[in-house]
């Protein structure tokens, strides 16, 4: 599994990157024609399992097949966790271009009353709650396609082969 890690999480990134760009980009465009912001929020699943099911892709090549069950579970688990990571590194990113008011964030987190680092350890594991299921659901439904479709691949080279 590990030997899978760095290409799968170099496309899972970069896809979900870009996708995120792409979403930002439609998102203003619907806010300045009036629509509502609720679409893009049900997007962001959208964009998790199109990146999911692009390194399923990935994985399944790799493999030559679909991978396990176990191997699934734990593959999703470091795609939700760079997905978080990169989120973060976003959020940092705004705040750094005066986006966000490092005085905003203090309140808020004084609000919820646990610290700062208790308020980054809920951060962390609402997302990975939200993140995982939906990442694993487009891990599986990549994998699977391309696994049938490779499947499919070898049974025409069985059948064109001559029979010895």
Known sequence: MFALLPGLLIRYSATL????????????VAESLGWSEDLFR?????VLIGSATTAGNYVALQLRGRPSWPMSLGLAFFMSLTSILLGVLMFVLIIAAGGVEMADINSLVDEIGIGAVGAALVFIAFGLLLAYPVT???LRIGASGTAKQIAKEEAAKVEAAPAA
């Open 17 to 28: 990157i870009g996708l995120q760009v792409l979403m930002f980009i439609l998102m203003l």
């Open 136 to 138: 694993l659901v487009g």
């Open 42 to 46: 049900a997007a962001n699943v959208a």
